[in-house]
């Protein structure tokens, strides 16, 4: 039984470029989280999809952040452009239900340099 | 606003020792509490869940937790710790309100197995 799915699971790229973090949430879940984890400020919640629709953004640190779920098995997060201080490692979560557990992917590894 | 404190940043026990990590959440109504593990390089996995009915809730790996209300704490405990424990330990809180859908975490407790 798959996961939560994410790619690539670990990013290098320098600052200014464009950076696409991709994830496939287990079949069947309705909602779909990005997460951000940094030493500094732990897990910060950057978005919540519902039914493919963006709930939430309120966490989305600024403009060069997008979030997109095109379909049920399908969302990426992408910045651009890219600053070190993106640097963090960012995880997909997904949960069938507003009762249910949220279940987390590996995370990608993010370095801006 | 929901918050979660892990007073302990970094915890060690020797193998076969008892253990006990802290939480202490604020939150206005009932709250659905968390506890999470993350392994190096690896995603976090559910422990274990409290939503309601019996205080003590048992997980995976032999780790078990108890809701205190009145002290507005979910500390997880395992009473013989493994070499394969050694983690990073989350507690979060979720609203059961309007907005069930946030989770709030811990800034997490790291732990250390001495052989």
């Known amino acids: 039984d798959a996961g939560v799915i994410q790619s690539p699971r670990h990013e290098v790229t320098e600052m200014g470029q464009e950076v696409t973090l991709r994830c496939k949430p287990i079949s069947g879940h309705n909602s779909l989280f990005w997460y951000r984890q940094t030493m500094m400020r732990g897990l910060e919640l950057l978005i919540y999809f519902n039914n493919n629709v963006p709930i939430d953004d309120s966490g989305m640190p600024e403009d060069r952040f997008s979030a997109k779920m095109p379909n049920a098995s399908f969302s990426t997060l992408k910045i651009q452009p890219s600053e070190p201080r993106d640097s963090a490692v960012y995880f997909c979560?997904?949960?069938?239900?507003?009762?249910?557990?949220?279940?987390f992917g590996p995370g990608t590894r993010l370095l801006v340099l | 606003a929901q918050s979660v404190t892990q007073p302990d940043i970094h915890i060690t026990v020797s193998e076969g020792a008892s253990l006990e990590l802290r939480c202490n959440y604020s939150y206005g109504a009932t709250p659905y509490l968390f506890w999470y593990v993350q392994s190096p390089g690896q995603g976090l996995q559910l422990l274990l869940k409290y939503f309601s009915g019996d205080t003590l809730v048992q997980g995976i790996k032999g780790f078990e937790a108890e809701f205190k209300r009145s002290q507005s704490s979910f500390n997880l405990r395992k009473p013989s710790v493994h070499w394969s424990d050694a983690a990073e330990y989350f507690c979060a809180v979720g609203s059961s309100g309007g907005s069930n859908y946030k989770l709030t975490f811990g800034k997490g407790t790291l732990l250390t197995v001495n052989p």
């Open positions: 979560a997904s949960r069938i239900d507003a009762l249910e557990t949220q279940y």
